[in-house]
């Protein structure tokens, strides 16, 4: 399975980009393919019908469309802003979303936040939840808030508190195994009886059309 990770944060020392890191870790030690993709890569202007119609996707989103269709997971570590999504993310979202076919649709994704705030970050989250399943990707059930980030990790990296460390490994764990099961139905290498199953699946969902016209 290929997995993409990034820290939605353009900061130099941001606390989401050393989650992800740890993550990765995580992850690579269960013999996951993860490619890993520094946010700064999908630098994009915001979002502007007109240049959407006059010129298509800007370089940073087609950067970021690639990486989402090479993958079939994806993790995924943001910051909370004003208690809702990180507003980088959501620009980053809505540019993707008006390529076709719709990178989003089947993906499965692991959300996570760092905050220094006693809740670390997980109201951000629920609000990420919606545009990315709107535009039909899978978001894993449970999701990862670090609170008290600027305290949580020890110089080399690592989560200090071995209990953080091992509910984060245990949603992990849960996410890679069922995104390792959709992906045998819901995966671009589905074949067979799978690959019939992958199609009925994309037509029982939304008729993505109807919520987000296509670009005329
Ligand atoms: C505009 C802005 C709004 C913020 N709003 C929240 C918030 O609602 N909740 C929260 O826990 N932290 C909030 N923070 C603090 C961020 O969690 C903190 O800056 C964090 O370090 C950002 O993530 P990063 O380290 O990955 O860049 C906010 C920070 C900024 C700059």
Redesign the pocket.
């Known amino acids: 399975m290929k997995v993409l990770a990034f820290?939605a944060?353009l900061?130099k020392?941001?606390?989401?980009?050393k989650l992800i890191e740890v993550a990765v870790e995580i992850a690579r030690a269960k013999g996951e393919n993860v490619e890993f993709a520094n946010f700064h890569e999908f630098t994009m202007p915001l979002y502007d019908g007109d240049l959407n119609e006059e010129v298509g996707l800007p370089a940073g989103a087609v950067a970021l469309q690639r990486r989402i269709e090479r993958a079939d997971a994806m993790l995924i570590?943001t910051?909370?802003?004003?208690?809702?999504i990180s507003g980088v993310l959501k620009n980053a979202i809505d540019w993707v979303s008006r390529a076709r076919p719709m990178p989003w649709r089947g993906k499965s994704i692991f959300l996570m936040s760092?905050?220094?705030?006693p809740?670390?970050?997980i109201?951000?989250l629920w609000q990420t939840r919606v545009p990315l399943e709107g535009c039909g990707a899978l978001v894993f059930p449970d999701m990862f808030a670090l609170a008290h980030?600027h305290a949580a990790f020890t110089h080399q990296g690592q989560l200090a508190d071995g209990t953080v460390r091992e509910t984060l490994e245990r949603q992990l764990t849960g996410f890679l195994l069922m995104a390792e099961a959709l992906v045998s139905v819901c995966g671009k290498a589905a074949t067979g009886v799978a690959n019939k199953r992958r199609v009925d699946i994309t037509e029982a969902l939304e008729n993505e059309t109807t919520i987000q016209p296509p670009p005329s």
Not at 13 to 17: G, I, K, P
Not at 114 to 117: E, I, L, Q, V, Y
């Open positions: 820290a944060s900061r020392e941001s606390y989401n980009h570590a910051p909370e802003y004003n208690y809702s760092a905050s220094p705030s809740m670390g970050g109201r951000g980030a």
